[in-house]
Nanobody
């Protein structure tokens, strides 16, 4: 019953910044493992960043040092701040929520996606 809604996508020139936001409803947000994925045309969906229930962060090597994931359990939101954007960052970005017990995922939920385009 978890529903996810992404916002903040758009078009930006190389070197620019965007901030994506994902709002969750239908569950206790503080219990969810959250992540951002992206999928470029003709490519597989890939993990961008994740954040645990305790706020521990993991980043893809391709975005490490440029992107920051954060969560606000009071607002039921997870954000992705993207800086120094490159054309290769162009993709549809998806918010993901997972219910886990230890390292086992029980349920996975996906948002509808938001387009990020980085070009001159």
């Amino acid at each position: 019953q978890v529903q996810l809604g992404e916002s903040g996508g758009g078009s930006v020139q190389p070197g620019g910044s965007l901030r994506l936001s994902c709002a969750a409803s239908g569950s206790i947000f503080s219990t969810l493992y959250m992540a951002w994925y992206r999928q470029a045309p003709g490519k597989q969906r890939e993990l961008v960043a994740s954040i645990s229930t305790d706020g521990n962060e993991i980043y893809s090597d391709s975005v490490k040092g440029r992107f920051t994931i954060s969560r606000d359990n009071a607002k039921n939101t997870v954000d992705l701040e993207m800086n120094s954007l490159k054309p290769e960052d162009t993709a549809v970005y998806y918010c993901q929520a997972r219910i886990r017990v230890e390292m086992v995922t029980i349920f996975t939920y996906w948002g509808q996606g938001t387009q990020v385009t980085v070009s001159s």
